[in-house]
């Protein structure tokens, strides 16, 4: 067990929050770790409730209701070169969802964002991944949140690899799920919930028909997004994706590929799209903080137009690298 030293008080700004980097931390790690993107981190610490802890010694209670009922909500984050991209809004979109579900976050989203760098310097990355995650926290047998008396919050930085690099040079096989995007009116799906199960059965679905990622419609049949990530089509120079309506999480990538279409002067709309828009398209590409911007060839076993990663693609996939590499909150 490490304790956690914040020495300075974080700041908050008029926009993002501002936190000077602790002055004192123990043990002190390498400033500037070499980028060990590929392979696994050894020994690597997870932050528990102010804690770090080794990893077979990050252990949660089996009475948190997180692990009893999904009862929590979570981000996934990707840090380039020592830098942290699109922290704010991955922490915007944590408040939200806590907020949806009336869970009250154990410390303030300043201190999250210190706990979340502080976790990937102690594990000396400089490229990688972080799951931030938020239960209701241990309590009884029963439903009641309220017998939850605090909430969890866990951070794990760790490297990460989606897909093999040859799917990003031919594209990915995508096939439509029959399990249905959760509706609006059961449970919304704007959470990103600890709740996952209705996107892992389309995923199985996916896996079981031999594709790399599942098609979710909604209930009336238009187009969602996928099991992991939002979902972009470009006809004669235009592009379309769901709307948020259709079921779709409110991607951070997918807010990023938007600015970078407002950049490149391509136009955008979010019509209702069914899956005569894909299979008609002339390029298709999904979107996602793991994934990144990832080509899709085929839907259904149905190329997309030539079934090859279209020109718009390529360069939607070029500007969002630049971004990576050189916009972010410094972790170092
Ligand atoms: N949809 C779903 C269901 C997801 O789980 C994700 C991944 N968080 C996305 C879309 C893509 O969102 P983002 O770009 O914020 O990672």
Same mark, same amino acid.
């Given at each position: 067990?490490?304790?956690?030293?914040?020495?300075?008080?974080?700041?908050?700004?008029?926009?993002?929050?501002?936190?000077?980097?602790?002055?004192?931390?123990?043990?002190?790690?390498?400033?500037?770790?070499?980028?060990?993107?590929?392979?696994?981190?050894?020994?690597?610490?997870?932050?528990?409730?102010?804690?770090?802890?080794?990893?077979?010694?990050?252990?949660?209670?089996?009475?948190?209701? @997180?692990?009893?009922?999904?009862?929590?909500?979570?981000?996934?984050?990707?840090?380039?070169?020592?830098?942290?991209?699109?922290?704010?809004?991955?922490?915007?979109?944590?408040?939200?969802?806590?907020?949806?579900?009336?869970?009250?976050?154990?410390?303030?989203?300043?201190?999250?964002?210190?706990?979340?760098?502080?976790?990937?310097?102690?594990?000396?990355?400089?490229?990688?991944?972080?799951?931030?995650?938020?239960?209701?926290?241990?309590?009884?047998?029963?439903?009641?949140?309220?017998?939850?008396?605090?909430?969890?919050?866990?951070?794990?930085?760790?490297?990460?690899?989606?897909?093999?690099?040859?799917?990003?040079?031919?594209?990915?096989?995508?096939?439509?799920c029959?399990t249905r995007r959760v509706p609006h009116g059961a449970?919304?799906p704007?959470?990103?919930?600890?709740?996952?199960?209705n996107?892992?059965?389309a995923?199985?679905?996916?896996?079981?028909? @031999?594709?790399?990622?599942?098609l979710m419609l909604n209930e009336q049949g238009f187009v969602a997004e996928?099991?992991?990530?939002?979902?972009?089509?470009?006809?004669?120079?235009?592009?379309?994706?769901p709307p948020i309506s259709s079921g779709a999480?409110?991607?951070?990538?997918?807010?990023?590929?938007?600015?970078?279409?407002?950049?490149?002067?391509?136009?955008?709309?979010?019509?209702d799209m069914t899956?005569?828009?894909?299979?008609?398209?002339?390029?298709?590409?999904?979107?996602?903080?793991?994934?990144?911007?990832?080509?899709?060839?085929?839907?259904?076993?149905?190329?997309?137009?030539?079934?090859?990663?279209?020109?718009?693609?390529?360069?939607?996939?070029?500007?969002?690298?630049?971004?990576?590499?050189?916009?972010?909150?410094?972790?170092?």
């Amino acid at each position: 067990m490490i304790p956690i030293r914040v020495a300075k008080p974080p700041r908050f700004g008029d926009g993002f929050i501002q936190i000077e980097p602790p002055a004192v931390r123990e043990p002190l790690v390498n400033p500037a770790p070499a980028a060990h993107s590929e392979g696994h981190v050894t020994d690597m610490k997870v932050y528990i409730d102010g804690k770090f802890y080794a990893k077979e010694d990050a252990k949660v209670s089996v009475f948190d209701h @997180g692990l009893l009922y999904g009862d929590g909500v979570f981000e996934g984050i990707r840090f380039y070169d020592g830098k942290v991209f699109r922290f704010e809004e991955h922490l915007k979109r944590l408040e939200l969802s806590a907020r949806a579900i009336a869970l009250k976050l154990p410390i303030s989203l300043a201190e999250i964002q210190e706990a979340t760098l502080e976790t990937i310097r102690q594990n000396e990355l400089r490229d990688g991944y972080v799951r931030l995650v938020l239960t209701r926290g241990p309590g009884d047998l029963g439903l009641n949140p309220l017998l939850c008396p605090k909430a969890s919050i866990i951070v794990i930085a760790s490297t990460i690899k989606l897909y093999p690099p040859e799917m990003y040079e031919n594209g990915l096989a995508v096939a439509t799920c029959a399990t249905r995007r959760v509706p609006h009116g059961a449970f919304s799906p704007m959470v990103k919930s600890l709740n996952y199960l209705n996107n892992i059965m389309a995923k199985m679905e996916a896996q079981n028909a @031999g594709a790399g990622e599942g098609l979710m419609l909604n209930e009336q049949g238009f187009v969602a997004e996928c099991t992991g990530d939002n979902v972009f089509v470009i006809k004669d120079g235009k592009m379309t994706t769901p709307p948020i309506s259709s079921g779709a999480l409110a991607g951070v990538t997918r807010a990023v590929v938007l600015e970078i279409a407002a950049e490149l002067g391509v136009p955008v709309s979010e019509p209702d799209m069914t899956r005569y828009d894909i299979y008609t398209a002339d390029e298709c590409f999904l979107t996602g903080t793991a994934a990144e911007i990832i080509p899709v060839a085929t839907l259904d076993n149905r190329p997309i137009h030539d079934g090859k990663p279209g020109p718009l693609t390529r360069k939607f996939i070029e500007r969002f690298h630049q971004l990576t590499r050189s916009t972010g909150v410094a972790i170092y």
